[in-house]
């Protein structure tokens, strides 16, 4: 379907078409939901042993009883795997409770109320403390720069990552820009892996930011492979140590989306400073994470080569759903201008923009159908997109056959909304 050069008479019977389409999808009832990026049933199972792995040994290979308290770095099996994900070497990683988000939830708060380092370093104590945040981007970042009245600025994601022009220039010409937020790889929701170069424009940062900024390098998607030679992402701390700026990086990953979701292995990598000034303050938390947890996890993923069999596990459930995606996507809009799209090769995510100013449209047409979709303008700060055109699709949660069903219902919507939308313009 091609708008730019259809006659009204053609617009008008692709509308009448397209509106029997919906009609006809209205009558089925349907409960769908591309919303929530989270693994399905079926990828979870693929860790059910670790109910009663233990079989009532709780020691760790050094001897630590882990149902005791203490430990507050993690038992030290789980920081091999958290260095082996993040390519640190074990000594820079804490491994924690569940959850990653919370690990920069903490990391962001820290900074806030005691500096990310030396005494004197609190962000609470400068005016108008500011992060950059490349868009479309993960919207739980963007909640917690809000929660702190932390200023967003958005900076345009490219296929090799975000645009580090306006990355330097935005640092060299505000100090009171304290944090860049980062999925390096398989960017969500774009897919993107940042290229060589951006990684090490990126570790260039702590020479030209101010002394308490700190790039917030979640790699959530590590090890989440959709095909079988992966690219690369280069390895941001080694780039820090080349150019001195070790400091200005703090790396995150979780088992969230290996093992069980809600209750995996979090991991925080970083400099000898910084991890001792993150430990500082967590210690005043906590006095230890839940090593019986992380004993189970590392019983069932002893090493690299049990990690990557299991992800290869999740790609298998994982490729027919975001075959399905893009199969439709490819099927409709492959020679027309009502959308673009990232093939990734990784991760939760497929990015779909349609034409300015739609995404809204669609996503209400959608709901209006019951397909929920995730809501227009979550992949940006305060929710708001300039352009209204970024969709987030994430297919991991449903069946192949919902994923399917609603792909079916999703091309119908957008395509009656951009009808619909060169017809106004038209009629004026
Ligand atoms: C980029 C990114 N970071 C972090 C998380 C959450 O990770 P965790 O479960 O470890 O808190 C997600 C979950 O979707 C994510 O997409």
Redesign the pocket.
């Known amino acids: 379907m091609q708008l730019e050069n259809a006659s009204t008479e053609q617009l008008e019977q692709w509308e009448t078409e397209l509106a029997e389409q919906y009609q006809g999808f209205l009558g089925q009832n349907l409960k769908l939901d591309l919303t929530r990026?989270?693994p399905s049933a079926q990828q979870l199972d693929l860790s059910d042993a670790l109910d009663g792995m233990l079989g009532g040994n709780y020691q760790s290979k050094d001897g630590t009883d882990t149902r005791n308290y203490g430990g507050l770095e993690g038992i030290a099996e789980a920081r091999d795997l958290g260095a082996a994900i993040l390519g640190v070497s074990a000594n820079e990683v804490l491994a924690g409770g569940?959850?990653?988000?919370?690990?920069?939830h903490q990391a962001v708060t820290f900074a806030y109320l005691y500096g990310p380092c030396a005494a004197g370093s609190a962000w609470k104590d400068e005016n108008d403390i500011k992060f950059l945040c490349p868009v479309p981007g993960?919207d739980?970042?963007f909640t917690i720069c809000e929660d702190l009245d932390i200023e967003m600025i958005p900076v345009t994601m490219t296929d090799q990552g975000p645009n580090m022009d306006q990355v330097e220039s935005l640092i060299k010409s505000d100090s009171s820009i304290k944090g860049i937020w980062c999925?390096p790889k398989y960017?969500?929701p774009t897919g993107v892996i940042y290229s060589n170069n951006t990684v090490n424009r990126m570790a260039k940062l702590g020479k030209i930011a101010a002394k308490n900024f700190r790039i917030f390098w979640?790699n959530?998607?590590a090890v989440h492979d959709l095909v079988d030679t992966p690219k690369p992402l280069a390895n941001i701390m080694d780039a820090c140590r080349n150019e001195g700026t070790e400091d200005s990086v703090l790396q995150?990953?979780?088992?969230?989306?290996i093992t069980h979701?809600?209750s995996?292995i979090?991991f925080l990598a970083a400099s000898e400073n910084n991890l001792n000034a993150f430990k500082k303050r967590l210690g005043t938390a906590t006095i230890g994470p839940d090593k019986v947890n992380q004993l189970r996890h590392m019983r069932l993923i002893p090493d690299g080569d049990a990690l990557r069999v299991h992800m290869e596990k999740h790609a298998e459930l994982l490729k027919p759903r975001f075959a399905s995606v893009l199969n439709h996507l490819d099927q409709h809009f492959a020679n027309s201008n009502l959308g673009q799209w990232q093939r990734p090769e990784g991760g939760?995510f497929v990015s779909f923009n349609t034409l300015p100013g739609l995404a809204q449209e669609v996503v209400k047409l959608a709901g209006d159908l019951g397909v929920k979709l995730t809501p227009a303008g979550a992949t940006f700060p305060y929710g708001k997109d300039p352009d209204d055109q970024n969709i987030r699709l994430a297919p991991s949660f449903p069946s192949v056959e919902e994923v399917d069903a609603t792909m079916q219902a999703f091309v119908v919507c957008v395509k009656l909304a951009s009808v619909r939308q060169k017809l106004q313009q038209l009629n004026g």
Do not use: E, I, P, Q
């Open positions: 990026g989270k569940n959850s990653s988000l919370t690990l920069m993960y739980r970042h999925v960017s969500n979640d959530a998607y995150f990953a979780s088992t969230s989306k979701a809600g995996g979090a939760y």
